[in-house]
């Protein structure tokens, strides 16, 4: 059975049919998009969906209540704005990049051409048209902000030579020049080893082993055990600015995109701009302040757009979240047990259970 009948993952032209209307999730390589190309996404979606950005655990960007002749519309505008390099790819261009990569002093490499060396590797080979729309490329810039997303292709700066490439525990040194090269041929062997309906590499039998061995190399280094976290605030020559439940309205959406920058989108629901291009985002609804209770706070689409949902969890998440502390662990709300959107990693589990919330395994009724 082929990926296009079975893989349900949204996209541009395979648009989600929710509960207010179609979904579409527009692929951002990298994260990174230019003003003018978020300016084309914040009129599609006053034109055509419901006027709201939604930014993903995957730095992507999704329109929400598309009409169903929207999407002929929506994808001549993204093609004609260069965010459609490839139709066929699509939904398969799931690239993540460490979003401060050469931005921050503590950046190894900055991996962001990479990343889009491994997009236009992608989208010149037909056969990769055919991956899940769940593989995932991350390229980390040595920091270990990226070593959680469970990507199934993984590579992190070493320095400025060499990177290590996972497909699970261990690694192999490769050298920059060719990371694009052998991160793609990697996704190719998958394909070949694929025998079902696997998703991922972590899916396959002996997945890691098996591909490694179709491409002739052999991991065997350590992988780092150092993280960090991508905070709001200042880095380096970046700003950090979190969206709160990762939703942007007309106006927040136009101020980013008048700012005349690239704008960077992160997996955390929030987007980085130049240091000296963020006075007075304050004042629209984004944060600035890394002590905010709103950093790290998520949610799923919850009631009225997802009909499995129970509650509306984002209005009930907007309510309470000012009254709280900010959290260690990430916090997570969900209006049924899919738990879609959740963060990678360990985070607070905010549960709808129709008559009220159980919050990491306890219930708590209404707030």
Not at 81 to 95: D, F, K, Q, W, Y
Not at 179 to 192: C, D, P, S
């Amino acid at each position: 059975m082929s990926r296009t009948q079975t893989d349900r993952c949204p996209g541009v032209l395979a648009v989600h049919q929710a509960a207010d209307g179609g979904l579409a999730r527009v692929r951002l390589p990298g994260g990174v998009v230019r003003a003018d190309q978020f300016d084309v996404l914040r009129t599609a979606a006053a034109d055509l969906g419901d006027g709201r950005l939604e930014l993903t655990s995957r730095a992507n960007v999704q329109i929400r209540g598309l009409a169903p002749d929207a999407p002929i519309e929506l994808s001549q505008r993204l093609f004609e704005a260069g965010l459609l390099p490839s139709m066929p790819h699509e939904r398969v261009r799931n690239i993540l990049a460490s979003p401060l990569s050469g931005l921050d002093p503590d950046s190894r490499y900055d991996v962001l051409p990479v990343a889009a060396a491994v997009d236009r590797e992608l989208c010149a080979r037909p056969g990769l048209a055919e991956l899940p729309g769940r593989f995932l490329f991350a390229l980390d810039d040595g920091r270990g902000d990226l070593a959680g997303v469970r990507a199934d292709v993984f590579v992190r700066a070493v320095d400025e030579r060499e990177g290590l490439l996972s497909l699970g525990a261990r690694g192999v040194r490769v050298g920059w020049s060719d990371v694009a090269e052998v991160m793609v041929a990697t996704a190719e062997a998958f394909l070949q080893e694929r025998e079902g309906q696997e998703w991922r590499i972590a899916e396959l039998d002996r997945g890691e082993e098996r591909i490694l061995d179709r491409l002739g190399l052999q991991a065997t280094e350590e992988l780092p055990t150092a993280v960090s976290t991508v905070a709001a605030g200042k880095h380096g020559a970046a700003l950090v600015v979190t969206v709160p439940l990762g939703s942007l309205s007309q106006e927040q959406s136009a101020v980013l995109a008048h700012l005349g920058q690239d704008l960077r989108v992160t997996p955390w629901r929030s987007v980085v701009v130049p240091a000296e291009a963020g006075a007075g985002l304050d004042g629209v609804g984004f944060v600035t302040d890394p002590e905010s209770a709103w950093n790290g706070v998520t949610a799923c689409a919850g009631q009225p757009g997802c009909a499995k949902a129970l509650a509306d969890v984002r209005a009930d998440a907007r309510r309470v979240t000012p009254r709280l502390p900010r959290h260690e662990r990430p916090m997570h709300w969900s209006g049924c047990e899919r738990r879609c959107g959740k963060p990678a990693g360990e985070f607070v589990d905010v549960l709808a259970v129709g008559n009220g919330y159980v919050i990491d395994g306890e219930r708590m009724g209404t707030w």
